[in-house]
């Protein structure tokens, strides 16, 4: 189809005002010193219509060529082993390797491993952001959360897919985890091509998709969007937590997710350096994007709901607790109008577990050292993990 030029069609909305006058958005902008203005909108919307051609070409050369489980056990072997220009591999194969076994010239592995430490030093803080920030404040991007409704993710259930994004952040936010064939690696090269083979699946089976509104299915600057909100927003969440974070820390976040990005085929010039450029994309890419609908409603409390499924905790009144505790996090961090939007329900006292939490973690910073912290977040984390995949890979659990 003839690509249409793409406008900031939702600029004038109130959605778009509230958010970046007087809501997350306002923070982000105080937050960052970012200065918005759309000089640069076209230079970054024609990314709506462009996608990972190498991933799908991998996609399309074996994984639709083969069962699935004999393309991903080859897929995997290159990851582990490499691919050199003389192997016997197909010509997108190699192209992928070629990129992603080559470090950039501008990557700082000091940098990635400061990121990695506040991702972990963060502890149980980084979850909650993960989930009741950067998550559900997602869904309220209309159509971000296309693709997701056309693979009907929600009949996977919200437990799979949370266990999924965890099993993601945080095997690509440990010590040395992004080097070339160790476990991030092969995680954010797994994610590309799961990317690309349901991009080619939506293309093929979903005969509604509305290119022209939403874009190329996962199109590389709704990518973009996802990983702002894995640096940017995550770490706005943590400063609302109460948590402090550094100056080196805070570089070394960006540079982490900028390199995760880099390895999942996002173009590098759609991958913000700081948090300044950070809000600054966002604001441009937020301008194309509608506020929530019925699909976001669904996904969100899907979301919300997965505490009482979880099997993790015994007890039911656990679990309503958990719930709860989420409820709180959710209004705390997202505001009034999100969760409006959304319908996230009214609880008492929402502010109590947050403000409390915000307390006790700049006692925690201030007493605790950072070393201990990191030890301690990588622990607590793992365990989180570890209790996920033990439920997801049961075969008892759906």
């Known amino acids: 189809m003839e690509k249409q030029i793409l406008q900031p069609r939702y600029k004038d909305s109130k959605h778009f005002k509230d958010f970046w006058k007087t809501g997350n958005g306002k923070q982000l902008t105080d937050f960052s010193g970012a200065e918005l203005s759309f000089k640069d909108f076209a230079q970054f919307s024609k990314y709506f219509y462009h996608v990972d051609e190498i991933g799908d070409q991998v996609v399309r050369e074996v994984y639709l060529k083969k069962s699935y489980p004999e393309a991903s056990r080859e897929i995997e072997s290159y990851i582990r082993d490499g691919v050199s220009e003389n192997d016997a591999v197909p010509e997108s194969v190699k192209k992928l390797f070629r990129q992603t076994q080559a470090l950039p010239d501008w990557l700082d592995l000091n940098l990635i491993k400061k990121g990695a430490e506040l991702c972990m030093r963060a502890n149980l803080d980084s979850l909650i952001s993960l989930r009741d920030y950067c998550l559900i404040g997602g869904y309220d991007y209309a159509y971000l959360n296309k693709p997701l409704i056309a693979t009907e993710a929600l009949k996977k259930g919200a437990v799979k897919r949370l266990s999924e994004t965890l099993d993601f952040w945080v095997n690509v936010t440990r010590y040395d985890a992004l080097e070339v064939h160790k476990k991030g690696y092969e995680f954010a090269i797994k994610t590309r091509l799961i990317h690309s083979y349901a991009r080619l699946s939506i293309r093929k089976h979903y ?61 590098v010039e759609l991958l913000p350096n700081n948090k300044k450029q950070a809000t600054e994309y966002f604001y441009l890419w937020t301008s194309v994007q509608p506020s ?100 997801t890979q049961n075969s008892n659990f759906h």
């Open 292 to 391: 929530s609908d019925k699909d976001s409603v669904l996904l969100a409390h899907s979301l919300l709901n997965e505490s009482l499924e979880n099997p993790i905790l015994k007890y039911e009144f656990q679990r309503k607790n958990l719930r709860y505790l989420h409820i709180c996090c959710t209004w705390y961090l997202l505001g009034e109008d999100v969760c409006k939007r959304l319908k996230i329900p009214e609880v008492p006292f929402r502010k109590g577990f947050p403000v409390t939490k915000k307390i006790l973690n700049k006692i925690y910073d201030s007493t605790v050292s950072r070393e201990a912290r990191i030890k301690k977040g990588n622990k607590d984390q793992m365990k989180v993990l570890e209790d996920y995949l033990n439920i």
């Open 207 to 267: 005969k509604n998709w509305d290119t022209e509104n939403w874009g190329e299915p996962i199109n590389s600057w709704d990518m973009m969007a996802t990983y702002i909100g894995f640096s940017l927003v995550f770490m706005h969440s943590l400063k609302k937590l109460g948590n402090t974070i550094s100056e080196e820390e805070e570089k070394g976040h960006f540079h982490l997710w900028k390199y995760v990005g880099y390895l999942l085929g996002i173009p």
